[in-house]
């Protein structure tokens, strides 16, 4: 855990920042693939565009693994940390972003830690 003296009070804000950013940008994306393709969202033909080429498998992968991956260490760290709101960052991961998921988490996090340090101290 970091010391207080190492602790960035502007990080979390960044972490906020990067939630919104990440939770707007693939929205937008979203937005204009329904105008093309229909206004519903149709995972089918969404998944059929994620992997029409080897760049959009390569980034569909990428994202793949990396999500796992950090799925798996924001739960392990939340209950760590035991932390609230757990549901809502791995709900807003499928509804929102994954890319919004991981820095509010991220936002989440420093404010526990934060918390804890001035429990402790």
Avoid: C
Wanted: hydrophobic share 55%; charged share 15%; aromatic share 12%.
């Amino acid at each position: 855990m970091n010391t207080p003296a190492s602790r960035q009070p502007w990080l979390s804000w960044l972490y906020l920042a990067l939630a919104i950013a990440g939770g707007v940008l693939p929205w937008l994306a979203n937005l204009e693939f329904m105008a093309q393709y229909g206004s519903s969202f149709d995972l089918g033909q969404f998944m059929a565009l994620a992997n029409a080429n080897p760049a959009a498998q390569s980034l569909s992968r990428d994202l793949l693994v990396g999500a796992s991956a950090i799925t798996i260490w924001m739960v392990v760290e939340s209950k760590r940390l035991q932390m609230k709101h757990l549901w809502l960052v791995l709900l807003s991961s499928v509804t929102i972003a994954f890319a919004f998921a991981a820095p509010f988490f991220l936002y989440l996090r420093e404010r526990r830690l934060a918390e804890l340090e001035r429990e402790a101290g």
